[in-house]
């Protein structure tokens, strides 16, 4: 018996071929972010992207077992200060 349907008229999408949301969670450093991931990949989730970073911003994604994407990121809050300090010192 599937619960979801006392929640809501909508039809639920095949979370394997479409993307219905992606949560994101912020942690206290890049090597959380890691680690993060590396728990997810043993519990059988697979990375959905390449890394990025953006020197002030590291993220990487996940799909859970269910399909659901997932991202994990950590702002280093002092270089994005440094970085919007830059950005209005140099305007385009």
């Given at each position: ?26 942690t206290e450093s890049r090597e959380k972010v890691d680690r993060m ?56």
């Amino acid at each position: 018996m599937n619960l979801i349907h006392n929640f809501t008229k909508k039809e639920i999408c095949d979370t394997i071929k479409d993307t219905e949301v992606i949560i994101a969670l912020s942690t206290e450093s890049r090597e959380k972010v890691d680690r993060m991931i590396q728990n997810v990949i043993e519990a059988g989730g697979t990375e959905s992207r390449e890394p990025q970073d953006h020197g002030w911003m590291y993220g990487r994604g996940f799909q859970d077992i269910n399909g659901h994407l997932w991202e994990i990121i950590y702002i280093d809050e002092k270089a994005l200060r440094d970085n919007d300090h830059q950005e209005q010192s140099n305007p385009i």
